[in-house]
């Protein structure tokens, strides 16, 4: 298998060469339409290809957000340091891990506000929150609403909203 930079320079190299064949306006737009598609086709191959560590992380954090968890227990379990595991997390998510492990609790809360008659206090503790002001910032933070006007939007969005 290649790795990165051998795929890179062999895609260069090869359409360096392609390039000095061009002569005509057509030609340009043939090559560059070929060496865009060829470069998108790389990317996508990238993206598709799996990541075991931010695979393990996103599972934890999806089935234990409730729990006491945190990065250094994470990069504990990993035998990495935290410091690289947070870099890397975000390197490869766009999220750090608190970002990450907060988009999941509030998703779960809006769906506990949307389909229970729990309290918000309630949720908050069933979601991870130990403090519900923490909650409540959280939750407005990421939605723009608190979550009473939140589960009162659903409600009337719910019932009402296909009149």
Known sequence: MRSGLQE???FQERHRRRLRTCYTP???RRFYAQMFKEAAG???AGKEERDSVIDFVMNELENKFANDISLDLLADRLNLSAAYLSVYIKEKTGANF???LN???IRRAKELLGGTG???QEISVRIGYRNVTSF???FKKMTGLPPGEYRKSQ???GEFGGL
């Open 155 to 157: 409600v009337i969005g």
């Open 136 to 138: 409540n910032r959280m």
């Open 26 to 28: 057509d030609q340009f």
């Open 103 to 105: 988009a999941i609790r």
């Open 118 to 120: 729990l309290s918000v």
């Open 42 to 44: 790389i990317i996508a």
């Open 8 to 10: 890179a320079l062999s």
């Open 98 to 100: 608190s970002e990450q």
